[in-house]
Nanobody, 115 residues
Framework: QVQVVESGGGLVQSGGSLRLSCTAS????????MGWYRQALGKQRELIAT???????KYVDSMKGRFTISRDNAKNTAYLQMNSLKPEDTAVYYC?????????WGQGTQVTVSS
């Protein structure tokens, strides 16, 4: 009954920006940690950043500076602002949410950065 859906991906030129969104819907009473991950073709899925319900953020060191995670608890939505994008940022970006203590993944949104 709970669904998590990402949006906002697309094709962008190197140096450009994108803002991804991830919204949970269904029978939701509480959402804990929200996180963004990405998986490039032929590589393992990797963590980008997480944010708690209170707004505390953590970033993987290599993602600091260009990526910003945020959330709107009233909208059950997480965001990922991505700036100064590089071709190596090309990947499928996934959202993960802890909802009623269960983990839910979205289907992913493709981000392609052209050189």
């Amino acid at each position: 009954q709970v669904q998590v859906v990402e949006s906002g991906g697309g094709l962008v030129q190197s140096g450009g920006s994108l803002r991804l969104s991830c919204t949970a819907s269904g029978s939701i009473f509480s959402i804990g940690v929200m996180g963004w991950y990405r998986q490039a073709l032929g590589k393992q899925r990797e963590l980008i950043a997480t944010i708690t319900s209170g707004g505390m953020t953590k970033y993987v060191d290599s993602m600091k500076g260009r990526f910003t995670i945020s959330r709107d608890n009233a909208k059950n939505t997480a965001y990922l602002q991505m700036n100064s994008l590089k071709p190596e940022d090309t990947a499928v970006y996934y959202c993960r949410m802890s909802i009623q203590s269960e983990s839910y993944w979205g289907q992913g949104t493709q981000v392609t950065v052209s050189s």
